[in-house]
């Protein structure tokens, strides 16, 4: 039989029932704004038939930290084993995870995915992932297979295992917003990222961190801060980096409709540099294929024509001259 040491009784004090109240509006507020977020980027994507604007390197990082994050909000709530071992070294505190916390999660990878399907279909321009974000995305997948296999052979318990995929979301959070930041200057533009969901991320940001100061200041605990790192981590380096987006978009560079818009963006590589000036190597092997008014050699109305037109068109007016 048990003795009664193996029990504990929680008792929760709370200041103000209406607070209790707010905090779940505010928590329910949250997670609207941050799972609908995604859509207006795909729905611009649509729109635009092109991904031109959106920065790879983000997209990559989002569906790298989002898979980290479904894993860890998974194995938390459904797994039995993870949430006894997270009781045995937080005996008197909650598990953090709800489910409206897996559902984001698991929606938000799938949002990213799709996103990614739109990279395949529409036009890109000569938009790729940088080797940087490949070399970073690889260290964070190894690192997670190391753990994982250290976890395997009993090296580390599975709940260490969850909460370091946890900090692989972290990291994600605090890089995947800088190349698309850096894009944006480059261009000296926001056409082809969505402010839409730059304004959907920032108030689903500041609620977030709202929920936690009332839940904390209602219980008078305010561990919740360092206990849930990743959730205040979310929320506090996402909402900063959308006042940049914000600034951007609004302050310097608000022209948003920007004539040719795809022709222009299709003259920056993957870092944003400008392609305007071509070598004349590039020139003479044809890179530079701008089409050109030329007669036509029966005397006909002016065409459009490229390089190579123009070429075939030269041969046949030294043949005909040659002939004369």
């Not at 092109?50 to 920065?55: D, T």
């Not at 190391?146 to 969850?162: E, K, P, R, S």
Request: net charge neutral; hydrophobic share 45%; with cysteine.
């Amino acid at each position: 039989m048990s003795s009664l040491s193996d029990f504990h009784l929680d008792v929760t004090v709370l200041k103000s029932a209406v607070i209790a109240s707010l905090v779940m509006i505010v928590g329910w507020s949250y997670f609207t704004a941050w799972s609908v977020s995604f859509y207006p980027q795909i729905f611009l994507n649509y729109k635009r038939k092109s991904v031109v604007g959106l920065n790879f390197d983000f997209l990559v990082l989002n569906i790298v930290g989002f898979t980290a994050y479904s894993a860890y909000n998974v194995f938390l709530y459904f797994d039995s084993r993870v949430q006894r071992q997270y009781e045995e070294a937080h005996p008197h505190s909650p598990i953090p995870v709800l489910l409206n916390d897996v559902f984001f999660a698991v929606h938000a990878l799938f949002a990213c995915i799709v996103t990614a399907a739109q990279c395949f279909i529409y036009q890109r321009g000569n938009q790729r992932v940088s080797n940087t974000c490949l070399g970073i995305t690889g260290a964070m997948l190894v690192a997670a297979v190391a753990t994982g296999v250290v976890t395997f052979y009993d090296g580390m318990n599975m709940l260490q295992f969850v909460t370091s995929l946890s900090y692989i979301k972290m990291i994600v959070t605090l890089l995947k917003y800088i190349p698309q930041a850096i894009l944006n200057y480059r261009r000296k533009s926001t056409v082809g990222w969505s402010i839409g969901n730059v304004l959907l991320d920032f108030t689903g940001g500041c609620l977030d961190i709202l929920q936690m100061c009332l839940q904390c200041w209602n219980v008078s605990d305010w561990s919740a801060f360092y206990g849930n790192p990743v959730k205040f981590g979310l929320g506090l380096v996402s909402s900063l980096f959308d006042i940049l987006f914000i600034t951007q978009h609004y302050v310097l560079y608000p022209q948003h409709k920007v004539p040719g818009d795809l022709e222009k963006a299709d003259r920056y590589d993957v870092d944003g540099n400008p392609l305007e000036k071509l070598s004349a190597a590039d020139r003479q092997s044809g890179t530079d294929t701008a089409p050109e008014k030329v007669d036509s050699l029966d005397g006909g109305p002016m065409e459009t024509l490229n390089s190579m037109d123009r070429q075939d068109i030269s041969g046949k007016s030294r043949r005909s001259g040659d002939e004369r």
